[in-house]
């Protein structure tokens, strides 16, 4: 890959010159900048709209700050659009994180951007209509696209260290009574996610990964942890890499 190809990764992703670009990314630079030139993100791009859903489609919500995005995330939407059978995957930029001070996070509309770059399959949707609700809380996200699409059949998804701090969430207990979650196993996570205080609430309601594929379709609470191949990326660890190589 040029250095070309790596600048315009940093560019759009918000990384500093000369820092770690991810792979993924990378190669889909590569692919887009072959037929067009990367397109600067702008606060029109933001696809602030829910997007299009049919009655009885199987849709995955996945929602964070992604500051920044990486394999990691990723390998969690393809592994629940493979197990859970998913129609679609919302890739869900949020404004910003409730648990998180805000200080140093890039601009929405970068971290749109720059999750598109790992959008890869078509059936992941990169939106950033969460800061059209007013809210950053996951609870009402979830409850205003149930109530705006009652036929849909909507699945939580997140990591498995997300599900470790997962009794510290507002409304935890209505998200999980809501919709059923997929929870995507990540290196380190797995017996800390399952010893969590919302896991042992949630015990009796923990489906079997066999049957991941009928998730979707059960009345929550229903979850489940997923094993997939594990990507040793971290957002913490990218923004370390960041300010180090910004010095």
Sequence with gaps: MSNLDHAKIQSVA???PGSRAPTIAANAVRQRAMSRPSPRPSSADLRTEVPLALAGQRIGLMGGTFNPPHAGHATCAITALRRLKLDQLWWIVTPGNPLKSGEGLPSLARRVAASRLFATDPRIKVTGFEAALGSAYTYETLRHVTRRLPGVHFVWVMGADNLAGFHRWQQWRKIARLVPMAIVD?????????????????????VSESRAALLPLMAPPAWTLLSTRLSEASSTSLRRDTERNAR
């Design 14 to 16: 918000g990384f500093a």
């Design 186 to 206: 990540r290196p380190g996570w797995r017996l800390p996610a399952l010893a969590s205080p919302a896991a042992a609430s949630l015990s009796r309601h923990r």
